[in-house]
């Protein structure tokens, strides 16, 4: 209960600084080659227990798509998303749809339709002029059955017309709804062109045991609940060697006296904070190549480029997600001696 609970609140909080990061013009799109079947297979796993508790049905048909396309696979997946989530808590009985289409295309890209058709309720006409606006639900009132923060479809929205599209319904009241997103999409060079998502690999903590264990870590970090979090993960999970150190300038001290793998270091501590640290670390000898990344809740881009410019390797925003930190680890750590 504790679990989900938490995860329900940072569900929140992300939708929150996804919308201001848009508003503000701080949210940037990633480019990469991804399989379309990913992206169902993603939607089947997040949701399927949901679907079979229900007893609905899931129909997909993207088979007028190309294999290969280029784009932010992540954010398409979370637009999708926010749409069968919707489709499923307003269908008691039936079949869900989920549904491409190619609008136009050229030599190098496409204006793709996906649609995720219910057989729901439906939708109001005057409340579908409210669903896209930021803590709007079809249902406002005290008395409503269905909770949510009504920022889903917002953000939706907000991401297709970075992507280049619109998003939209049509319902009819007692007949079910159609929520679709259009996207414009670049092509893949090939078809032999894999996506890195399409290689199978073991888990990440199970490459950083077998390529990594033993590895040296410097932990820069002040917060008592964090250096338990981390331990957990770098040690115990990953077999990782870790030494912590509470705040800036015992890091700069620690690594005077021995050479660390790579460092993981906070920005905000006391006495030095991990900007300085890492600057004055970068001036010790042997530490001109350690990798050293940021792990911390300054998440935004210009956070981002503040730790480049001090002289760190990468970033990992808080509340920190174990797989991005354990791949993040496997780019950067050097591969140990035979």
């Known amino acids: 209960k504790i679990t989900g609970s938490a995860n329900h609140l940072l569900a929140i909080i992300n939708d929150i600084l996804d919308i201001s990061k848009i508003e503000s013009g701080k949210f940037q799109l990633e480019q990469s080659v991804f399989r379309t079947s990913d992206i169902i297979e993603k939607l089947i796993g997040l949701n399927l227990e949901r679907m079979q508790a229900k007893g609905l049905s899931f129909q997909t048909n993207f088979t007028r798509l190309p294999a290969l396309l280029v784009g932010d696979q992540v954010r398409l997946t979370q637009a999708l998303l926010n749409y069968v989530s919707n489709a499923i808590k307003f269908t008691e009985s039936g079949t869900i749809q989920l549904r491409a289409s190619v609008l136009e295309e050229d030599e190098t890209s496409l204006l793709a339709r996906f649609e995720v058709q219910d057989s729901g309720m439906g939708i109001s006409p005057e409340a579908q002029t409210r669903l896209f606006q930021p803590f709007e639900q079809a249902d406002n009132s005290t008395t409503r059955k269905f909770g949510g923060t009504g920022l889903g479809l917002t953000i939706t929205r907000r991401l297709a017309e970075l992507m280049g599209g619109e998003a ?9 709804s159609t929520f679709w997103i259009t996207v414009r999409l670049a092509k893949a060079l090939s078809d032999s062109e894999t996506p890195a998502s399409a290689e199978k690999v073991n888990a990440p903590e199970d490459l950083l045991r077998a390529r990594h264990g033993g590895c040296r870590i410097l932990l820069a970090e002040d ?33 005077r006296q021995q050479q660390y793998d790579l460092i993981l270091m906070d920005l905000l501590m006391p006495e030095l904070d991990g900007l300085n640290a ?45 797989d991005e930190l354990f791949n993040t680890l496997l780019k950067w750590l050097p591969e140990k001696a035979a």
Not at 223 to 250: C, F, S, T
């Open 278 to 322: 890492t600057r004055q670390i970068r001036q010790l000898p042997g530490y001109a190549s350690t990798p050293i990344i940021a792990m911390t809740a300054n998440a935004f881009n210009e956070d981002r480029a503040r730790c480049i410019e001090a002289g760190m390797n990468d970033h990992i925003p808080k509340p920190v997600d174990p």
């Open 168 to 176: 939209g319904v049509s319902s009819t009241v007692g007949n079910g």
């Open 223 to 255: 917060d008592w609940i964090n250096q338990e979090v981390a331990l957990e993960l770098l040690h115990e999970v990953a077999g990782l060697n870790i030494e912590l150190a509470d705040n800036g300038r015992v890091a700069v001290d620690l690594a």
